[in-house]
């Protein structure tokens, strides 16, 4: 299964009438964020398949409509415990969905440099973690695997990261994929201007791919519950 991995730019080759010919073998998209809801759209609507979305620390104008803690009522999917859905892009941040086979893990955000929204200290972080770890354990026992694709904005630090402080990884994440051994670890945050740099890491048994721009990932599906 063909699953396309977008984050922090429009690329001008999936925004274009050639969308549907150039993609047309891809199953589900993965944004790791920093990108505008409008070009999900386009997307879902151009290709018809299901896109899940985690919010970096730019292009956050509509993260009130996902997010409590930025608005003074509560959206209604989040009142009744849904997951929010716009045009066919569903929200995956602080939670674990099960889509095509895989589950997969969102966590968005960057580091706490300035203050702003979605920006986490390494504490805040781990909490939001620990807020996954009941799905996980269910995953565990009744899936028999914790994870598949772990969907971040962050690098982990030292790990496809810079030193300043806006673009270091968290050190969390790091014990995450020790605990927990997704297969997959994508995150986006980190610009490359080289296209031929270095995208993937490993990781003890999970690779680390940076989905700057765009990058295909090709899985196959556990034949699990």
């Not at 920093?34 to 985690?54: A, G, M, R, T, W």
């Not at 009744?80 to 895989?102: E, N, W």
């Not at 009941?134 to 630090?157: K, M, Q, S």
Request: glycine residues 8%; positive net charge.
């Amino acid at each position: 299964m063909k699953i396309l991995c977008i984050a922090d730019h429009v690329d001008p080759l999936i925004y274009s009438a050639g969308i549907k010919k150039r993609y047309n073998d891809i199953e589900l998209i993965i944004s790791a964020g920093d990108l505008d809801l409008e070009y999900y759209s386009f997307i879902v609507s151009s290709l018809n398949k299901p896109l899940l979305f985690v919010f970096g620390n730019h292009n956050l104008s509509h993260i009130a409509e996902y997010r409590i803690e930025y608005r003074n009522t509560m959206p209604a999917p989040l009142a009744l415990g849904l997951t929010p859905t716009i045009s066919g892009s569903t929200y995956i941040g602080d939670r674990i969905i099960k889509k095509k086979g895989l589950l997969i893990a969102g966590l968005g955000g960057s580091r706490n440099y300035n203050r702003g929204k979605n920006q986490f200290t390494e504490a805040g972080m781990f909490f939001k973690i620990l807020k996954l770890v009941p799905a996980l354990l269910y995953n565990r026992i009744f899936r028999g695997r914790w994870l598949d694709i772990l969907v971040t904005h962050a690098p982990p630090y030292g790990i496809n990261d810079k030193e300043d402080a806006c673009h270091r990884g968290f050190k969390i994440f790091l014990l995450f994929l020790k605990l927990f051994k997704p297969a997959y670890h994508l995150h986006g945050h980190i610009h490359l201007y080289d296209l031929n740099a270095q995208r993937e890491s490993l990781y003890g048994k999970t690779h680390v791919i940076n989905v700057y721009n765009n990058y295909i990932l090709e899985v196959h599906p556990p034949n699990v519950r």
